[in-house]
Nanobody, 123 residues
């Protein structure tokens, strides 16, 4: 299974970006997908996570009510819609598959990491 995350860029504070994570080699419906971010010199933190079926998605407190995770099974893609972006959201964002989303996606439990995509929020 391979994941590819794209969609990062430079945006002003208050702006929006949508990240995409496309799964290849397997059906997305079989996988829990998490989004993580990492700032240089710091550890990778779980931002959001989505499970197939009728499970509630996970959001870190720092992004709750601003970020929305969704999946399109036909495209084998998970999206992370990021609104009202703040400078502190600046990081490299990664997607990966793992065993569960709650109580929060743990970086050591996830695998098949996609290549990171840089998000920079700056005026």
């Amino acid at each position: 299974v391979q994941l590819q995350g794209v969609g990062g860029g430079l945006v002003q504070p208050g702006g929006s970006l949508r990240l995409s994570c496309t799964v290849s080699g397997s059906s997305l419906d079989r996988h829990i997908v998490g989004w993580f971010r990492q700032v240089a010199g710091k550890g990778r933190e779980g931002v959001s996570c989505d499970s197939p079926g009728y499970y509630s998605p996970y959001y870190a407190d720092s992004v709750k009510d601003r970020f929305t995770i969704s999946r399109d099974s036909a495209k084998n893609t998970v999206y992370l819609q990021m609104d009202t972006l703040k400078p502190e959201d600046t990081a490299v964002y990664y997607c990966a598959i793992g065993p569960g989303c709650w109580p929060g996606p743990h970086v050591y439990d996830f695998e098949s990491w996609g290549r990171g995509t840089q998000v920079t929020v700056s005026s």
